[in-house]
């Protein structure tokens, strides 16, 4: 499993430029792109971050909201990656020191890990959107939500657990805290922007379940 997501890691970032700082610039996008970005992160919760994650990432020219989607997916994959091999330092080091009270940790790592396994299968089933048909949309839909879901709440999960134990001084517990919740915030803006593609693809598809409109 360790070697499958080192893989996948290496594979998107081949893929994928990211640069994991939550400020970028934005300099580089078309304003046309620009403006479109914009309006597509009004409706995160995080649309300052939302922009600043996504403007590097997206085509220049780019004005589609599975585009947008798919990049917003792939920055929260990615950043949770990262943010497990962090964990998995920090857990590597508690064990050589023997120290105790540390459940939170050990707990938050399996937490993130899990995320990294339901991110990868959002990334995979929005590319399944295009192939499968209308007839599947719905399914693949509620598979994405359902996983995004659980990345939020294994997320806030762990900050949680954290706030208690030992945890190697409050630097490390601060720098868990701020890797975590910038996961937990592109994934809630993933999710807002997922819906966002979601919405529109079925309001131009369909009239209810299934019935396509005159």
């Not at 964990?87 to 459940?103: F, H, P, S």
């Not at 089933?125 to 719905?138: C, K, N, T």
């Amino acid at each position: 499993m360790e070697k499958l997501n080192l893989c996948l890691l290496i594979l998107v970032l081949s893929i994928f430029s990211v640069k994991c700082a939550a400020e970028s610039s934005t300099s580089l996008l078309h304003p046309r792109t620009k403006t479109f970005v914009e309006l597509q992160c009004r409706r995160t919760r995080y649309p300052k971050l939302c922009v600043t994650s996504l403007a590097n990432h997206v085509n220049s020219t780019s004005q589609d909201p599975q585009e947008i989607a798919q990049v917003a997916l792939k920055v929260s994959l990615v950043r949770a990656v990262y943010t497990k091999y962090y964990l998995m330092k920090v857990c590597k080091e508690l064990n050589q020191t023997k120290a105790k009270d540390n459940q939170g940790v050990y707990d938050c790592f399996e937490q993130i890990s899990n995320g990294v396994s339901q991110l990868t299968n959002s990334v995979k089933e929005l590319q399944h959107l295009s192939l499968d048909g209308e007839r599947a949309f719905v399914w693949h839909q509620s598979n994405v939500q359902t996983w995004l879901s659980t990345v939020l709440t294994d997320a806030f999960n762990c900050l949680d657990g954290i706030n208690s134990g030992y945890l190697m001084g409050g630097k490390v517990r601060a720098t868990i805290k701020a890797k975590v919740l910038n996961v937990a915030q592109v994934t809630s803006n993933a999710l807002a922007l997922f819906n966002g593609f979601a919405d529109r693809h079925k309001a131009s598809h369909h009239d209810g379940y299934g019935k396509n409109k005159p």
